[in-house]
């Protein structure tokens, strides 16, 4: 059963364009969000998380949008660039613990 | 940013033998994890570890893993005996406090035959 869902699967987009990532979650207790980036051969990075007070995130070009409600999130990465091709992973947890539970991730590919 | 070194990045071992992955985490960080990603699933939780104790290990957490860091050095985690559903990339990950950011390690790709 997953309680982290990831779409699409795989996305590309052009140089420039807007890449809409999505996630959703069924456990209401989960109150953080991170989303990871991983580059081939690479351990997965933290890119950018929110907490479930706040309903946007922004640092630079990336921005998260929270849902509560509907228990959904989005990452927004605004003006992409070939450098921003890689596999993109939703995380949740609750409360403190570092136990997070991940998504399938979503592989971007940003074309010249 | 602050690295999180995993040794070896791969092993291929026999069934039934014993292996040990080693993890150097962030230097001044206090807690410590293992997640293990199987081929086309997600990455999931095995076990955190602070001062010196498991604090809380998944399902996956098999009777034969165990976690360890002895003394301040590697972070640990053994396999006593593999099973070949053990294969998998496990990933070390460690934080400076429960609730802060997970820094990840490039993971250990094991292959038990």
């Known amino acids: 059963q997953q309680q982290v869902r990831q779409s699409p699967q795989s996305l590309t987009v052009w140089e420039g364009e807007t890449a809409i990532l999505n996630c959703s979650y069924e456990n209401s207790a989960f109150d953080y969000f991170p989303w990871y980036q991983q580059f081939p051969g690479e351990g997965p990075a933290l890119l950018i998380a929110?907490?479930?007070?706040?309903d946007k995130k922004e640092d630079g070009r990336f921005t998260i949008f929270f849902n509560k409600r509907e228990k959904k999130l989005s990452l927004h990465i605004t003006d992409s660039q070939p450098g921003d091709s890689a596999t993109y992973f939703c995380?949740?947890?609750?409360?403190?613990?570092?136990?997070?539970?991940f998504g399938l991730g979503t592989t971007l590919q940003v074309q010249p | 940013g602050p690295k999180v070194l995993q040794i070896p990045s791969h092993q291929i071992i026999d069934m039934g033998q014993m292996v040990t992955l080693n993890c150097d985490p962030v230097?001044?960080?206090?807690?410590f994890y293992w997640y293990k990603q199987i081929l086309g699933q997600q990455m999931e939780f095995l076990v955190n570890?602070?001062?010196?104790?498991?604090?809380?290990k998944s399902k996956l957490f098999k009777d034969q893993f165990s976690v360890e860091r002895p003394d301040g050095s590697y972070f640990t985690l053994k396999i006593q005996p593999t099973a070949l559903e053990d294969s998998a990339v496990y990933f070390c990950?460690?934080?400076?406090?429960?609730?802060?950011?997970?820094?990840f390690g490039e993971g250990s790709r094991l292959i038990v035959v």
């Open positions: 995380a949740a947890s609750a409360g403190n613990t570092g136990k997070l539970i």
């Open positions: 929110i907490r479930s007070v706040s």
């Open positions: 230097s001044n960080h206090l807690y």
């Open positions: 570890f602070y001062n010196g104790k498991v604090m809380e």
């Open positions: 990950a460690s934080s400076f406090s429960s609730g802060n950011t997970l820094y």
